[in-house]
């Protein structure tokens, strides 16, 4: 489904060209539950941003069930974004002057979907992660792992292939973030392709496949 | 295009800041109202100035004797004891210039109507005059022709006449030649107009402005009718048609004539002097000045230099108008002025809004927005601000205009040029608030979505 070839990024901060991430090469099969380690400023969130394409690899090639994405214009990269990807951000991201269902509805209308179809996908998917009751509330009125679930449900509206999810549960108490990871689980356990970014261990052996990014280098590949 | 979603995103955006958005929207609409308002005084001025300039009167030239020169703007010296006597003769000049199309005399007249409560004065004693103002010099003239045959103390008998009397006790007008009437536009609606058989024979005839035929009646008939005037009757032989101005309420009859001593037609003006103005209608105004300059020489050669007076209204005019728009124009720049004012602080506001919400940027951007989506998204909200800035401004010019009508000195501004200059105002502010919408659609998602 995804294939990194040689990806290299680099900053030039003033004159001096710093290497966030160089030569990445690996690999992701439609269906597969992958998370990428590594320690803080290891480029894993500069990798999950190059996954994402919010941002552009410097050299190599990045090929999406076989097409060549590198380097796309603004309004493809958004339209892959949105109909292909779908983020799960750690400090939720969701827009606290949207409702619940308004926040999910959102990426559906930049895919042109109806209002009525949008609105009723979005309560289904606020369904199925169990937010039904909470739909007409504002992201301020719900808890962390309500609000976690909320932006699970968005990722979700327009049917992604790739879940993109960085360290969901970082802001989240243990039994909230595991109710998160149970939904990931199920998820993937239903086909969807998830890759997740973690410093967690116990997360990571949640996942099929491990990739440890040191120092911008892949430093390791490990399958469970 | 902008989504509901991304509709009720920037308006709760806006609303989530309450005080600073209504600070953006009041800066706005004062700013765009005195803008607005500027644009449409300065179109007010132009419109009001050109319609000034299509009135028949300026485009005359106007000679006078020096019996008038007190009338004159400018102090005249008299060289000669004598005073000069204009004649009939004297509108001939007209074939100086092949640009002269009419050539009138209008004085303005009243007649009052031997109605059955008159206070008719004693034999002895002259009769209630009909001034026009407190100069009895410069009374109506057919009562001046009145007093003057007073004072020769013949029996007066004033005249009456049968039949329908007229609802008014007096009317003015003006007394006139025959020119004046194509000179002015007037256009005869019902009857006709008096001829130069009636101005020589010196006919007791009249004709009506539109509004005084419909009013001078009860039946509202006119025509053949009589109408008596201390010792004078005359019959009604035209209606004109309405033209808008005052002159739809006023009376027209012909000039009376004299003989001077010389033996020619004279007019003979109020209190039974001689007339002393005349009037030169050019069918081109640009050829005011041309005929003017031969006018005057003509005259000077005539009665001397200094004994007449040959003035163009249209320059004294022109001057004003001239003045009004300057006036308009600078209060116009001094808006412009406030309005580019607001409008750098608008953009300074919205521009650190968009550094406010970079993060919300990089969401939007991870969750499929284009750059045009956040252009839109920005531009939207600033459409907002901007859109009830400009409804407020131009509440702003009509309260404005709604003032200057009141004060009596001007008239309202035109309904038009408020909207448009509202427009213009607004597009100007809209133009300014690209920067900030430009910068938010620029913002890279992968440093938009780091910012915490």
Do not use: C
Not at chain 2, 225 to 244: D, E, K, V, W
Not at chain 2, 279 to 301: G, M, P, R
């Amino acid at each position: 489904m995804i294939r990194l070839e040689n990806i290299a990024k680099k900053y030039d901060l003033g004159g001096t060209n710093v290497s966030a991430l160089d030569d990445i090469s690996f690999t992701i099969e439609q269906g597969e539950f992958v998370a990428i380690m590594g320690p803080s400023g290891s480029g894993k969130s500069t990798l999950m941003n190059i996954l994402g394409i919010l941002d552009n690899a410097s050299s190599g090639a990045y090929f999406l069930e076989g097409h060549n994405i590198t380097s796309l214009p603004d309004k493809e990269q958004a339209r892959i974004r949105n109909r292909h990807f779908g983020f799960i951000f750690q400090s939720f991201n969701l827009f606290p002057e949207l409702s619940a269902i308004e926040n999910v509805m959102l990426p559906m209308s930049y895919a042109g979907i109806g209002f009525a179809e949008r609105k009723q996908r979005a309560a289904e998917l606020l369904d199925r992660v169990e937010l039904s009751h909470r739909m007409t509330h504002l992201p301020t009125m719900l808890s962390g792992g309500e609000q976690q679930r909320v932006a699970i449900a968005r990722a979700l509206s327009n049917q992604p292939n790739l879940i993109l999810a960085d360290e969901p549960t970082g802001n989240l108490p243990t039994d909230k973030g595991q109710e998160i990871l149970d939904i990931l689980t199920e998820l993937h356990r239903s086909g969807t392709t998830i890759v997740m970014v973690t410093h967690n261990d116990a997360q990571g052996d949640m996942a099929q496949r491990v990739i440890n990014i040191q120092d911008g280098l892949l430093h390791s590949e490990v399958r469970r | 295009m902008k989504t509901r979603e991304d509709w009720t995103l920037s308006l709760r955006m806006l609303w989530a800041h309450p005080l600073e958005s209504l600070l953006l929207v009041l800066g706005l609409a004062i700013a765009i109202g005195a803008t607005t308002s500027g644009l449409a005084m300065v179109e007010k001025a132009r419109v009001d100035g050109d319609a000034l300039l299509q009135l028949p009167e300026y485009r005359e030239i106007v000679v006078s004797s020096r019996e008038s020169s007190d009338q004159m703007t400018t102090p005249v010296v008299l060289t000669q004891d004598e005073t000069v006597t204009l004649s009939i003769d004297d509108l001939e000049a007209a074939q100086l210039s092949p640009d002269i199309e009419f050539a009138y005399l209008a004085e303005r007249t009243r007649l009052r109507f031997n109605t059955s409560d008159i206070n008719f004065a004693p034999p002895d004693a002259p009769p209630e005059t009909s001034d026009t103002n407190s100069n009895p010099n410069s009374a109506a003239a057919d009562v001046s022709t009145e007093n003057a045959a007073f004072n020769e103390r013949p029996p007066l008998e004033f005249a009456t006449v049968e039949g329908p009397q007229p609802q008014l006790d007096e009317v003015s007008g003006y007394s006139v030649t025959t020119d004046y009437f194509p000179a002015m536009n007037l256009t005869i609606a019902d009857g006709s107009l008096f001829t130069e058989a009636d101005l020589l024979q010196g006919n007791k005839v009249v004709v009506l402005g539109a509004e005084l035929a419909k009013t001078l009646f009860a039946d509202g008939e006119n025509l053949n009718r009589q109408l008596a005037s201390f010792t004078n009757i005359y019959t009604i032989i035209g209606t004109l048609q309405p033209t808008g101005t005052t002159l739809d309420a006023m009376v027209f009859m012909p000039s009376r004539l004299a003989q001077d001593n010389t033996g020619a037609l004279a007019f003979r003006g109020p209190g039974g002097g001689n007339n002393t103005t005349l009037h030169f209608a050019v069918n081109d105004a640009s050829k005011l000045n041309a005929a003017a300059e031969q006018l005057s020489s003509w005259f000077d050669t005539t009665y001397g230099v200094g004994n007449t007076a040959t003035s163009v209204p249209r320059s004294a005019v022109e001057q004003a108008i001239d003045r009004k728009e300057k006036t308009a124009l600078m209060t116009l720049i001094l808006a412009l002025a406030g309005l580019l004012i607001a409008n750098v602080n608008v953009s300074n506001i919205l521009y650190s809004r968009a550094i406010r919400r970079r993060k919300q940027v990089g969401i939007l951007m991870a969750l499929g927005a284009s750059r045009r989506h956040i252009f839109n998204l920005f531009l939207g909200e600033s459409g907002v601000v901007v859109s009830l800035g400009a409804l407020a401004g131009m509440a702003i010019a009509f309260g404005f205009s709604v003032l200057l009508m009141q004060s009596g000195t001007d008239g309202a501004l035109p309904v038009y040029a408020i909207v448009l200059g509202m427009l213009a105002a607004a597009g100007i502010a809209l133009l300014f608030t690209l920067v900030p919408a430009v910068y938010a659609a620029r913002i890279p998602p992968a440093v938009a979505i780091r910012v915490e």
